[in-house]
């Protein structure tokens, strides 16, 4: 009885195998060493707008009330440029009618993009006379 020898021409075809083999583990231990990444479109120039609301409450004084949240609006903006940030909040307390505010933008956002999404809001907000409004855009949140 002949011992069961291989053919060089079967080692060679083994050690290809083995070497397949080899790399698609090597692939596959890549792709499932990084997490799973989800994909989300952010189409910043395209800032949508979702919804807006306008609070039921009167104001004491509409041209403190005013007064103050626009001096709100502009220490939140200035905030934004001169911190470099992508939320703020500030408050004007004077002569009463108080205003508190509040301004968030996404990680993905750069600094002027979300600022440019704050002076969408803004030039929607400034419309309500009452307390308690909120604007929602894809890239910002003002209230």
């Known amino acids: 009885m002949v011992p069961n020898r291989r ?4 080692d060679s075809q083994v050690n290809e195998s083995m070497e397949t083999r080899t790399g698609i583990l090597a692939l ?5 060493w990084f997490e799973p990444v989800v994909s989300q479109a952010h ?13 039921r409450n009167a104001v004491t004084s509409l041209p403190n ?19 470099r940030v992508l939320y703020a909040r500030a408050q004007a307390l004077n002569a009463g009618d ?4 509040a301004i968030q ?19 929607k907000l ?9 604007i929602i855009f ?3 949140f003002l209230r």
């Open 7 to 10: 053919l060089p021409q079967q």
């Open 28 to 32: 596959l231990l890549v792709v499932l």
């Open 43 to 55: 189409d910043n120039d395209a800032n949508a707008f979702i919804g807006t609301f306008c609070g």
């Open 65 to 83: 009330f005013i007064k103050n949240r626009n001096n709100t609006f502009d220490d939140l903006r200035m905030q934004l440029v001169s911190k």
């Open 98 to 101: 108080p205003v508190f505010a």
């Open 105 to 123: 933008c996404p990680k993905y956002l750069s600094v002027d993009e979300c600022v440019a999404c704050f002076d969408a809001g803004v030039s």
């Open 126 to 134: 400034i419309n309500c006379t009452v307390s308690n409004g909120y």
């Open 138 to 140: 894809d890239n910002c």
